[in-house]
């Protein structure tokens, strides 16, 4: 089975920048959209971004106007530039895909740590 697999975490200091990457370890197709999601400790997972094929991304109020997600067309690879971290945004991240009605793949997820 097709996993997905995160990198580019990390630990910075507020204000910092860090850009998390997602790839597939097989082939993906009929992918509808890719998304990014959170979960901090003692916390549910929560929504942070995602993007369908066509563009027009959509982003949690919270991270809105410092993250940016983006994706590469031409092969699955997704991407969460995040910008101005704040300590809030310490979390595990994981990037998931969906196929049908709901994310069907996820990652193992890649830890994020902003020290105030």
């Known amino acids: 089975q097709v996993r997905l697999v995160e990198s580019g975490g990390g630990t910075v200091q507020a204000g910092a920048s860090l850009r998390l990457s997602c790839t597939a370890s097989?082939?993906?197709?009929?992918?509808?959209?890719t998304a990014w999601f959170r979960q901090a400790p003692g916390k549910e997972r929560e929504f942070v971004a995602r993007?369908?094929?066509?563009?027009?991304?959509v982003y949690a109020d919270s991270v809105k106007g410092r993250f940016t997600i983006s994706r590469d067309v031409r092969k699955f690879a997704v991407f969460l530039q995040m910008n101005n971290l704040t300590y809030d945004d310490t979390a595990v991240y994981y990037c998931?895909?969906?196929?049908?009605?709901?994310?069907?793949?996820w990652g193992q997820g890649t830890q994020v740590t902003v020290s105030s």
């Open positions: 993007i369908p094929p066509g563009g027009g991304a």
């Open positions: 998931a895909a969906r196929l049908g009605a709901t994310y069907d793949l």
């Open positions: 097989g082939r993906m197709v009929n992918v509808a959209d």
